[in-house]
């Protein structure tokens, strides 16, 4: 990374009114971990099953033919959250192998928590594998019962999201034997 990688990170973030991340050391690869990471639907596992934290909603996704792995491709998701009916539509911004992948909203979010958000993954070389950064800058839903909402529940969401992300991938190295 470069002070200006870093000077355009903190001008995209400024775009957005939260923020949360989560890092972690993971004994893989950049190029393992990234590969692992790379795939939207394995990235997002935490949100295809019902959990409680998505208070027992779940997202499915369908991916252009870029599979949201290169830049321009696009990734839709769309759940259930009790009665509700959400959906979210990504385009990927950056994809540089083996160091970063950004990927943001497109048009207005139908979530709950959270509204327009920009999300991704740094991952650095370490001493015994990789660092892994794992991102979300993020804006409250634009509705009255969204912003309602969003204050408060938006950034244990987001906190939550990061985290399982970050273990998810600690989880998909401990369980490869050659990931390092």
Not at 53 to 71: C, F, N, S
Not at 91 to 104: D, Q
């Amino acid at each position: 990374m470069t002070p200006g990688d870093d000077r355009q990170r903190e001008d995209e973030k400024a775009n957005y009114a939260h923020s949360a991340s989560a890092d972690r050391e993971i004994a893989a690869s950049p190029q393992y971990l990234f590969d692992a990471l790379d795939d939207p639907t394995r990235l997002g596992r935490h949100m295809r099953e019902p959990s409680l934290m998505m208070l027992g909603g779940w997202m499915r996704y369908r991916l252009d033919e870029g599979q949201g792995r290169a830049v321009g491709s696009s990734i839709r998701m769309e759940g259930r959250f009790a009665f509700l009916k959400l959906a979210v539509d990504e385009v990927v911004t950056e994809h540089r192998r083996p160091s970063r992948k950004v990927w943001v909203t497109r048009g207005c979010p139908r979530l709950l928590v959270i509204g327009a958000y920009r999300m991704g993954f740094d991952i650095t070389p370490a001493a015994d594998g990789s660092h892994l950064r794992v991102f979300i800058d993020y804006n409250d839903p634009d509705t009255r019962l969204g912003r309602i909402a969003g204050s408060l529940f938006g950034p244990a969401y987001a906190r939550w999201c990061v985290r399982r992300i970050a273990e998810d991938a600690t989880d998909l190295a401990k369980s490869s034997a050659s990931a390092v």
